[in-house]
């Protein structure tokens, strides 16, 4: 059994490539986990695999159902499609150094953005407290963000210029520009500002901040 660490710094769990990927075809949608705490019955938790690092390890994005957890020693058992094909025994705890030939766990990032400039231009009225949840998973190449259609009205107004929007999973954070609506689409360019397009699950949030750019924009 594989053996790892993690602590609540970390955004999730992250496994080498060589756990399940020689599988022929191997297809990361069907690649999931059961986890319990050691010593117990029954799986009462499940994370699919969400997506590969630049690497090419494999992430599970982890949310409050585990990180509320007690600390202590937790099997998280790999099926896919559907059939157990490994377990990774996980020790949980406050803090503990990168154990060897396991990749670097990701931990959570959070973007320092400015403050609202004095004499920010009207077109950022609306804007300026947009933040929705995005109703559809966020592949990396999709160029449309899904959004309800109350918060997609909040979008409606016509922009003389594009603006950027932030993307986060409140692990991991991508800028992007929003261009307007098409046929009532929200139309995004990704990777704006140096980040990288990532796959964002729903529920990511996306909302305006004030990026360097924006800034410069609204004077």
């Given at each position: 059994m594989l053996r790892t660490t993690l602590t609540p710094q970390a955004g999730g769990l992250v496994l080498p490539a060589s756990v399940v990927r020689?599988?022929?075809?191997?297809?990361?949608?069907?690649l999931a986990a059961r986890?319990?705490?050691m010593g117990s019955d029954d799986f009462t938790l499940g994370f699919p695999a969400w997506d590969f690092t630049d690497?090419?390890?494999?992430?599970?994005?982890l949310d409050s159902l585990f990180?509320?957890?007690?600390?202590?020693?937790?099997?998280?058992?790999?099926?896919?499609?559907?059939?157990?094909?490994?377990?990774?025994?996980?020790?949980?705890k406050p803090y503990a150094p990168l154990r060897a030939g396991m990749p670097?766990?990701?931990q959570r990032k959070s973007l320092v953005f400015a403050a609202k400039?004095?004499?920010?231009?009207?077109?950022?009225?609306n804007l300026e407290a947009f933040s929705a949840p995005i109703q559809a998973i966020l592949e990396r190449t999709d160029n449309t963000v899904a959004l309800t259609e109350d918060d997609t009205a909040l979008l409606a107004g016509t922009l003389?210029?594009?603006v950027e929007l932030v993307l986060t999973d409140d692990v991991r954070t991508e800028i992007v520009k929003f261009y307007g609506l098409v046929d009532g689409a929200v139309i995004i360019e990704r990777a704006s500002a140096g980040t990288k397009p990532l796959r964002f699950p729903?529920?990511?949030?996306?909302?305006f901040r004030w990026t360097s750019y924006n800034v410069s924009k609204a004077q």
């Open positions: 020689d599988r022929a075809g191997f297809e990361i949608a069907k986890v319990r705490r690497d090419g390890s494999i992430l599970f994005l990180w509320d957890q007690a600390y202590g020693r937790y099997e998280f058992q790999l099926t896919y499609d559907d059939h157990v094909v490994g377990s990774v025994d996980v020790d949980y670097r766990p990701l400039p004095s004499g920010a231009t009207d077109v950022f009225n003389p210029f594009a729903v529920g990511a949030t996306l909302a």
